[in-house]
């Protein structure tokens, strides 16, 4: 049978207020009879002081204890006395009066071990020289004996056994009552503990059990699922972080079914081109020809681009994406780039500024041909969107811990609004544009792939030229 959270948290929590409760009612009971025992004999020794003037006033009567020797009742009378007023004392006189005194006798043995424990017959009186003359005779040599004095002279020592355990009917039938009480206590603790913690244990798991239904309806694939966030505990932080993700899990859910829009979107057009151009010439539309097949090896060219960025992007995405990192110049993969692009250059007329402000012994950290690849990318963006006879300006510069590179265009620039989504995958700042001249709309997704995975930034801005400005950031070799 499967014990849920609620009763196993309940059981738990009264199995501890049960401990708690079992421990506490012994600690006090212990603590209770010891305490007792305490207050008993304290009581007994005042009222020994009692006991010892009645003693001295009878001893004072012949100067000697013969009068104690000859009549012992008195002693018991002077005991007794002492004793407060009630059933008790009127018993023990009762039987004084009756002659049952016979643990009164003097004795010269030890203290039986079984000897009753009733402050009656604990009572032990010496004379001077500490012989006994009521009682049993002490044991070693105690120092609670309380001296009895006459005209300034010892004349005999007054004590009595300390009580090991409690024997007088009244002690029993109190220590009885509270015995009772706290066992009382105790079991009323027990019954509310239980009826308080099955309530406290149902709360304390009814997050879970929301958190537990909301899991599951994540995992039926009903990602717009959240929680109430109730407290700023664990649980409010669990589900603060529950929410969090069921929105990244919402949004990788429509990203991904845009992903694939896209990509099917960008596959398909090549490919409804590629196959209009052919059944053109299969139906003899068109003959063929070098112009034919150009526009053909185009199209193919255009596609195998698009699959290469996919395949670039997705390796980065992955982290599959290899960097083989050593100290490299900072120059190295601009200038590659731009002599690879050159003749793309040519073509636009585009006039180039290039202007380097490093001081020399600059070093990044990089993978050089990674490096290429970014600024291939960014260079090849520029070209392909400005205008004819335009500027494109390069700047290199450097920080106290970083270099700074900046690739700038004349116009046509984009709004504020394109700006935020020029990093996204398969964006165009026209989407009407032609994809001979606009591309995949891949390369930017890529680059800012190639300087996370170098822990650079990459921003876009709003270019003084009028066009657009790409500032990258990559930190200096330490």
């Not at 849920?4 to 600690?27: N, P, Q, R």
């Not at 006090?28 to 001295?56: C, H, M, P």
């Not at 034919?292 to 185009?298: A, D, E, M, P, Q």
């Not at 996919?310 to 990192?325: E, H, I, P, V």
């Amino acid at each position: 049978m499967r014990i849920t959270l609620h009763y196993k948290l309940f059981g738990a929590i009264l199995i501890a207020i049960l401990t708690v409760v079992l421990y506490m009612t012994v600690v006090l009971q212990w603590s209770f009879d010891r305490g007792f025992l305490d207050y008993v004999n304290t009581a007994e020794s005042e009222q020994l002081q009692k006991i010892a003037v009645d003693l001295e006033r009878l001893y004072a009567e012949r100067e000697n204890w013969q009068v104690l020797i000859d009549d012992p009742l008195k002693i018991g009378i002077a005991i007794v006395s002492s004793y407060p007023e009630g059933e008790l004392k009127e018993r023990m006189l009762r039987k004084l009066r009756s002659r049952n005194f016979q643990t009164l006798q003097p004795s010269s043995g030890r203290l039986p071990k079984d000897i009753p424990v009733h402050f009656f017959r604990r009572v032990l009186l010496l004379d001077q020289n500490k012989k006994v003359l009521m009682g049993f005779e002490p044991e070693g040599n105690r120092r609670d004996l309380i001296p009895l004095l006459h005209q300034n002279s010892v004349i005999g020592y007054l004590g009595a056994y300390p009580a090991k355990h409690l024997s007088d009917s009244h002690h029993l039938v109190f220590v009885e009552q509270q015995k009772l009480t706290l066992i009382l206590v105790a079991l009323a603790g027990i019954l509310i503990s239980a009826g308080l913690s099955l309530p406290i244990s149902y709360m304390l798991t009814r997050p879970i059990r929301r958190l537990a239904m909301a899991t599951r309806n994540l995992a039926s694939g009903k990602y717009q699922t959240r929680v109430e966030v109730r407290s700023a505990d664990e649980l409010g932080q669990l589900s603060h972080d529950f929410n969090d993700l069921a929105e990244t899990l919402e949004k990788n859910r429509i990203a991904r079914g845009q992903w694939v829009a896209d990509i099917s979107h960008e596959l398909r057009t090549p490919i409804s081109i590629l196959r209009g151009k052919i059944e053109a010439l299969q139906d003899g539309v068109h003959a063929p020809g070098v112009d034919s097949f150009n526009g053909l090896h185009r199209e193919v060219m255009h596609l195998g681009l698009l699959v290469d960025d996919l395949y670039q992007l997705s390796l980065s995405d992955m982290g599959a994406m290899t960097y083989n990192r050593r100290d490299v110049d900072p120059c190295w993969a601009l200038d590659e780039a731009l002599s690879l692009l050159e003749s793309e250059i040519t073509d636009k007329k585009l006039h180039i500024d290039k202007h380097i402000g490093l001081a020399g012994d600059e070093i990044l950290f990089a993978d050089n041909e990674r490096l290429k690849q970014l600024f291939t990318n960014l260079l090849a963006n520029s070209i392909r969107y400005t205008d004819s006879e335009g500027r494109i300006r390069i700047e290199v510069s450097a920080s106290s811990d970083s270099l700074i590179y900046t690739i700038e265009d004349s116009a046509p620039g984009v709004s504020d609004e394109q700006l935020d989504k020029l990093f996204e995958r398969l964006y165009r700042v026209e989407g009407s544009r032609s994809r001979e001249s606009g591309g995949a709309g891949l390369g930017l997704s890529i680059c800012a792939n190639i300087i996370k995975g170098h822990n650079g930034t990459i921003e876009a801005k709003h270019s003084t030229l009028g066009g657009l400005c790409v500032y990258v950031e990559l930190p200096l070799a330490e």
